[in-house]
């Protein structure tokens, strides 16, 4: 069945980079788009950008234009979500999630990863 | 992209109906139907339960119903059970080529 599994919780200091990963399997990987979606502690769903399924396309949400990389390993079918200069605002789950080309919707989703901004 | 605007709550009886609006704008939800709708549980991941505004994917119950009108989109839970009560988010692509999330509702059983 199509799974998508994540990275473990991390733990970073403000001014900080992370890079969580999402791992794909069940489906042909290099046929679908994935999505960031962040989701702070009690607070609701955030998108924060896209890769496309040959990764010719990279869109970010404004916010995070000058510090979120999305980038995608098709050998080992693993997408990577890189966010620099944390501050304590970007403590939050972050899930990834799967859409067909032209879908417009997402499914599945991941089961998140906890990044956690501490000083 | 600023977020789109749903209710922070609604709350109905078993077997009631309820329904969640989902306010944007004529960049997002007025502007085409990827409009969709996704249910989380507490402590899970979300799951999509309309696409395209009133689609459903195999599987949800066809208790949930989606509509459009304008710059407005709705979803309906009619025969509300207690397995209903989660957080609810609307969804849509924008003209810009990105996407936003509504600001969630909460549904109370």
């Known amino acids: 069945q199509v799974q998508l599994v994540h990275s473990g919780a991390e733990v970073r200091e403000p001014g900080a980079s992370v890079k969580v990963f999402c791992k794909a399997s069940g489906y042909s990987f290099t046929s679908y788009h994935m999505h960031w979606v962040r989701q702070a502690p009690g607070q609701g769903l955030e998108w924060m950008g896209i890769?496309?399924?040959?990764?010719?396309?990279?869109i970010y949400a404004q916010k995070f234009q000058d510090r979120l990389t999305l980038t995608r390993d098709t050998s080992t079918s693993t997408v990577f979500m890189e966010l620099r200069s944390l501050t304590f605002d970007d403590t939050a789950v972050y899930f990834c999630?799967?859409?067909?080309?032209?879908?417009?919707?997402?499914?599945?989703w991941g089961q998140g990863t906890l990044v956690t901004v501490s000083s | 992209q600023s977020a789109l605007t749903q209710p922070a709550s609604v709350s109905g009886s078993p077997g009631q109906s309820i329904t969640i609006s989902c306010i944007g704008t004529s960049s997002d939800v007025g502007g085409h139907d990827h409009v969709s709708w996704y249910q989380q549980h507490p402590g899970k991941a979300p799951k999509v339960i309309i696409y395209?505004?009133?689609n459903r994917p195999s599987g949800v119950s066809n208790r949930f119903s989606g509509s459009k009108s304008g710059n407005t989109a709705s979803l309906t839970i009619s025969g509300l059970q207690p397995e209903d009560e989660a957080d609810y988010y609307c969804n849509s692509y924008e003209t810009s080529g990105t996407y936003v999330f509504g600001s969630g509702t909460k549904v109370t059983v």
């Open positions: 395209e505004v009133f």
């Open positions: 999630a799967r859409e067909a080309p032209d879908d417009y919707w997402l499914d599945p």
């Open positions: 890769i496309t399924s040959r990764a010719d396309r990279l």
